[in-house]
Structure formats: C-alpha cells, structure tokens
C-alpha cells in the first residue's frame, strides 16, 4: 500500500498572528506544486484561524498543537477538538515530548484526547525516547508502552485516521538527527507493534513520521527509509526556504 507522505511544521510556541502570516505566504509562495504530499503547518491557537483563511486555496493545512479532551465546560484556559476545527484545522499534534515533560501529560491523557480530537482533527500522535533510556537499551520497551497506552481501544475507523511521530527526544532541537538507519529500525518496530495490536493492514496504511532536527541537507535520506513516511519539523519549519526544500526533498 502507498502511503502518502506527510512533511509538518511544528512552530511551537514562536509566532504573534502576523509573523505567522508572513511565514505562511512565504511557505505558500515558494510551495512545489501540490503532488503526492500531504503539508500541515502547526501555529499557536491564536494564528490558527487567520492562516487557515488565507490557506483556503492552498493545499497546505494547518494543526493545532494541542488540545483537552472536554468538548466544552468549565476548564479554564483550555481549547477543544470543536473549537480547533471551527478555527480551521483538520490536524492536531498529542503528547509532544514538551507536553509530557513539562505540562504533565501522559499516555492515559494522550489516549483521551486522541479519542475527543477524532470526530473533527486528525490526530498526529508523538513518542519518542529519553537519551538515557536509549543508552539504556529501554528504546523498544519505552516506544511500545507509549503506543500500546496511547492507541488503547481505538477502532479500526479511528487507527485509519491516525498519525504518529516517533520524535527521540536527544534528537529535539539538539542538531543532533537519528541516522537514517536508527530511526528507521524504530519505525519499524512501530510500524509492528500497532500490526499487532490492531491488524497488519492497518498498520501498512499508517504514516509514521520522523522528528528531531530534520533539516534540508539530511531529509532526503531519512525520507528514503521504507518506514518512514514524512517528517515532524520544529526549528527548520520556521524558515519559509529550509521548509519548502524539506518538502521538496520528498
Ligand atoms: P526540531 O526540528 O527543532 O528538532 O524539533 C522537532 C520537533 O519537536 C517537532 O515537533
């Protein structure tokens, strides 16, 4: 089975509403023709609605960065899967590594706002290792926890919508890239692991992206790895031109 590949831009927190703007207008003027790839820009809540106006005629969509799995009530500061497609996104990112290390999150509330985003966003669901466990030889171990937890009790309808990056957390804004055979060896075992918790046809379609200092001068390689079908971008994705050649290198 194709899959088709996917290259998003993770802008974390960086960008007022019109420095977005900017970006996304440079990002869209210098785009390749819309081909076999799938391009998602992840903005702060507030720029999602602006850039997904101006995005209407693009083929680029826009994520949110997170999301509560609540789809409304009395739960301060926080925005929901309704609320994130209103604005105009069809994607969202749950259980970042900075999520889970600074905001507490876990699999067991990743595993819940996989399930609130999946009537309106799809999902694009991270994991990813600690250098010290990888040291440890704990890579296998820890990735298959994180996947069995967070995909708990999904149907084969809600794996189809599902999106996952493997994002190794030494490899996070540390310029410091898996090789291509690392990251591939996890996407596979990845790519396994959902085979046997859910069917060897659901986890043939499911696209598994890289993360972690993807830049244009090593996407082409990892993108060449027969499991991994796209990237998850942080720092290079906030440069129009080193975004638009990752998508190129496709
Ligand atoms: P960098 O590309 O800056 O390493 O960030 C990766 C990431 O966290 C994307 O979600």
Redesign the pocket.
Known sequence: MKRIPMIAG?WKLHKTTQEALELVKKIHHGLPQPGEVDVVVAPPFTAIKTIADFLKKSYIAVAGQNLYWENTGAYTGEISAPILKEAGASYVIIG?SERRQYFGETNETVNKKIKAALDYVMPIV?VGETLAQREADQTQEVIQTQITESLANLSDANMRQIII?Y?PIW????GKTATPAQAEEVHAFIRQTVADLYSPTIADQLRILY????KPDNAHELLAKKNIDGA?????SLQAELFIDIIKSI
């Open positions: 993770n970042h991270c990056a994002e490899a996070i804004g540390t993360g972690g200092s993807v998850l971008v942080g720092g290079a």
